[in-house]
């Protein structure tokens, strides 16, 4: 499975980006999706995550409310909607996948796509 992570930029404090994953090599259908991100000087951390139909998410507590996870299957892409970001989501951020069908939220991940730059200023 491949994966490449999008949409990542430069937003002030207050503002929204989407960041897309598209996938291929496997049906996106059978994978599980989750969204982390790493900042300088950090560990990688969860942020959200999506069971294969899209009907079950779950995020961290610093995002809930605010971020949203969701997926197209037909067009083989996972989101992650961010509103009202804060300098403290400023981060590289990784979306991953594995071949289960029900939320991933504390096992690791099989695949994993490039990051994507995410800086909050404020």
């Known amino acids: 499975v491949q994966l490449q992570a999008s949409g990542g930029g430069l937003v002030q404090a207050g503002g929204s980006l989407r960041l897309s994953c598209a996938a291929s090599?496997?049906?996106?259908?059978?994978?599980?999706v989750g969204w982390f991100r790493q900042a300088p000087g950090k560990e990688r951390e969860f942020v959200a995550a999506i069971n294969w139909s899209g009907g079950v998410s779950y995020y961290a507590n610093s995002v809930k409310g605010r971020f949203t996870i969701s997926r197209d299957n037909a067009k083989n892409t996972a989101y992650l909607q961010m509103n009202n970001l804060k300098p403290e989501d400023t981060a590289v951020y990784f979306c991953?996948?594995?071949?289960?069908?029900?939320?991933?939220?504390?096992?690791?991940?099989?695949?994993w796509g490039q990051g994507t730059q995410v800086t909050v200023s404020s």
């Open positions: 090599g496997r049906t996106f259908s059978n994978l599980a």
């Open positions: 991953a996948a594995d071949n289960r069908l029900g939320l991933v939220v504390n096992t690791p991940y099989t695949y």
